[in-house]
């Protein structure tokens, strides 16, 4: 029987819209996150610096991605998955609509409430999904099925940007944020609804001799983690840049030491797919390490680099409903601080730096709002004049526009090589997504040639088209990496190492922010993007040296 004559099991849709709904409030939050964190207090914000801001971004990203270990193991052993997956859904809701109140008590409470939130909800749903494929008649349809799983989860990525800044520059923050805790409500009860169709594959796994239990894996492995992350804080000076980064980083060693004794303790029918996918967890890695960087790299790019003046005839409607704002070209008046007459000078109006020496001999200069500054001459507007530019977090929603739109595509040119007995292995996908995002890197670096190393801004087509390159090569991976994990788990522990994919993607996550952090140490802008491309080489070849190994494990439990 051929993939087109087959149907795809009845709870896929309740799945899908409970995890467009869940992705919906996550990056509706995620998307104005830094923002909110940076904006001055007198605008509802916290009036962090932006290295400050980036740190907990960074740092809440990551844990975000940790938890599902625990929540997995959890669902696995005791609560099962619809449990699990409601529960974090209720917390991530409270979580978002919590900070919506002001208070820095408050935010904290919030930002652990997501994080614990997300650790039961996107693992289990995963796998709740991934078992409904295991019956005979809907097993050769799982890739397909996790591809358009995934397809949800980014057109509540897409949206949601949109709603994020109209309703933050209508109404404030706090009804961004109540927006994104909807969402996840609605997600949830999808999910009741659709109950009876997923209900059969909700099933506790049967600890084997060997396992440890959960004491034993709380003295083990989650109170050592809590101990390394405190040592992390507190070492002299940093490691990784930062504080949080060398706490993050240093406590997930017992977590990472925790897969590789479930590997180790496995029965020998056990090794070979458990020590698979903890291959393929190592080398993602780097896929997210640089993937994520939409968030940090390429927002700057985006902001500083790209030309976002909208046409005269959408300008209007747009600013009206929030998308986009207004920015004038006459020059504000700038008090000089500290900060800048320790760099000996100052820009004035016309971009020339204004000596000031080593004491203050002026109060005042006037400067252009920073979009002018590298405008080409002939998008210039007249002497006081302004232009209308698009909301920087709206290039947010490219990537995931382009999963909705290349999903269907892609799922049907697999389908197209299935018929003819040419489809590619699972893993075999997962290195080509390697390579083709790393293909995307090299259309930043024509971007920074066709800029003059940021002396003008760009056409946003650069943008936009080195996300459709990269979101190829992510729906070669991320959907495939899920199905695999599901193919190839052990069924008592497969809630479990669907958090060690998520473990994979929490340290991508973390080692983004360390890769953007350097960011300004790059005079040449291209070679921060080269190196970003000699990394995802890199684990092209890995994991192609892997495919014989991988393929003949694929072959024989899949």
Not at 489 to 505: D, E, K, Q, V, Y
Request: charged letters at 15%; one cysteine or more; proline letters at 4%.
């Amino acid at each position: 029987m051929t993939t087109a004559k087959l149907k795809h099991p009845a709870g896929l849709p309740f799945l899908f819209f409970s995890e467009m709904w869940e992705r919906f409030g996550y990056y509706l939050m995620i998307g104005i996150f830094t923002l909110y964190l940076e904006a001055p207090e007198k605008e509802g914000g916290f009036g962090m610096a932006s290295n400050q801001s980036a740190d907990i971004y960074g740092t809440f990203i990551a844990l975000v991605f940790l938890t599902p270990f625990l929540g997995g193991l959890l669902a696995d052993r005791i609560m099962g998955y619809r449990k699990s997956i409601i529960i974090g859904g209720v917390l991530m809701g409270l979580g978002y609509c919590l900070l919506a109140v002001k208070g820095a008590e408050i935010f904290w409470v919030s930002l652990v409430l997501i994080i614990l939130g997300n650790g039961f909800f996107k693992p289990n749903i995963s796998t709740l999904l991934g078992n409904l494929y295991n019956e005979p008649k809907y097993a050769p349809l799982k890739d397909s099925g996790y591809s358009i799983f995934y397809m949800g989860i980014n057109i509540g990525a897409a949206i949601c940007n949109f709603f994020a800044a109209s309703l933050r520059n209508n109404f404030g923050w706090g009804a961004a944020f109540i927006c994104a805790g909807v969402g996840m409500f609605l997600g949830v009860a999808i999910f009741i609804f659709g109950n009876k169709h997923y209900k059969h594959a909700d099933v506790l796994k049967p600890v084997q001799a060997g396992d440890l239990s959960m004491m034993q894996i709380l003295n083990t492995t989650i109170l050592p983690a809590i101990v390394a992350g405190v040592l992390g804080w507190m070492i002299p000076g940093n490691i990784f840049g930062s504080d949080s980064t060398d706490a993050f980083l240093i406590g997930a060693l017992p977590v990472v030491g925790f897969y590789v004794m479930t590997y180790v303790r496995s029965s020998a029918e056990e090794k070979k797919p458990v020590g698979a996918l903890l291959a393929i967890f190592a080398v993602v890695v780097i896929f997210w390490a640089v993937f994520k960087q939409n968030g940090t790299a390429l927002t700057t790019w985006a902001n500083k680099y790209t030309d976002r003046e909208m046409p005269a005839a959408v300008a209007k409607p747009l600013d009206a409903l929030g998308f986009a704002k207004k920015v004038s070209a006459a020059p504000d008046s700038i008090e000089l601080t500290d900060a800048h007459f320790r760099k000996q000078y100052v820009l004035n109006a016309a971009g020339s730096k204004l000596m000031v020496g080593g004491k203050p001999k002026v109060k005042k200069v006037f400067a252009q709002n920073d979009y002018f500054k590298n405008l080409p001459a002939e998008k210039m507007p007249p002497e006081n004049g302004s232009v209308t530019t698009l909301n920087t977090e709206i290039f947010q929603s490219v990537n995931p526009l382009w999963v909705v739109l290349l999903t269907f595509p892609v799922v049907g040119f697999f389908a197209w090589l299935s018929r003819r007995k040419k489809e590619p292995s699972t893993a075999s996908k997962i290195a080509i997504g390697l390579g083709i995002s790393a293909l995307s890197t090299l259309v930043m670096v024509a971007a920074v040639y066709a800029g003059s190393n940021g002396a003008i801004k760009v056409s946003p087509w650069w943008l936009i088209g080195a996300y459709g390159v990269i979101t190829l090569g992510e729906l070669c991976l991320s959907p495939m990496g899920l199905s695999l994990v599901s193919k190839l788990s052990p069924g008592r522990i497969t809630a479990l190492m669907m958090g060690g994919w998520f473990l994979a993607t929490s340290l991508g996550n973390k080692l983004s922010g360390v890769l953007a952090s350097m960011w300004d140490t790059y005079e040449n802008k291209a070679v921060f993007f080269i190196v970003n491309c000699a990394l995802l080489g890199v684990a092209t070849v890995i994991m192609v040296l892997l495919l014989k190994r991988l393929n003949a494990v694929l072959k024989q439990y899949s």
